[in-house]
């Protein structure tokens, strides 16, 4: 065998290594996985917030915090349970 061949067989077998140590790094990453079905019931609707648009999700997140400062200024924190 040539020293070309060698210096070949070398650079192959690191690669080889380099693959096998990348694909072991993506085994160990966790997929995102939500602590609930992100869906939430507001005033008897149900909105799922997969699918929902910018313009929705806005809107509910005003009108969350807008509970959110009732909540607050009733001092209802351990009372008061939403969806």
Same mark, same amino acid.
């Given at each position: #065998?040539?020293?070309?061949? !060698?210096?070949? $067989? $070398?650079? =192959? #077998?690191?690669?080889?290594?380099?693959?096998?140590? @990348? @694909? @072991?790094?993506?085994?160990?990453?966790?997929?995102?996985?939500?602590?609930?079905?992100?869906? =939430?019931?507001?005033?008897?609707?149900?909105?799922?917030?997969?699918?929902?648009?910018?313009?929705?999700?806005?809107?509910?997140?005003?009108?969350?915090? #807008?509970?959110?400062?009732?909540?607050? $200024?009733?001092?209802?924190?351990?009372?008061?349970? !939403?969806?």
């Amino acid at each position: #065998m040539s020293e070309k061949q !060698m210096i070949n $067989d $070398d650079k =192959i #077998m690191l690669l080889k290594y380099q693959i096998a140590e @990348k @694909k @072991k790094g993506l085994k160990t990453k966790k997929k995102f996985s939500p602590l609930t079905n992100c869906s =939430i019931e507001l005033d008897g609707v149900r909105y799922n917030l997969h699918v929902s648009q910018k313009e929705l999700l806005t809107n509910l997140l005003v009108k969350l915090n #807008m509970y959110r400062l009732s909540i607050v $200024d009733l001092e209802l924190e351990d009372e008061y349970i !939403m969806s």
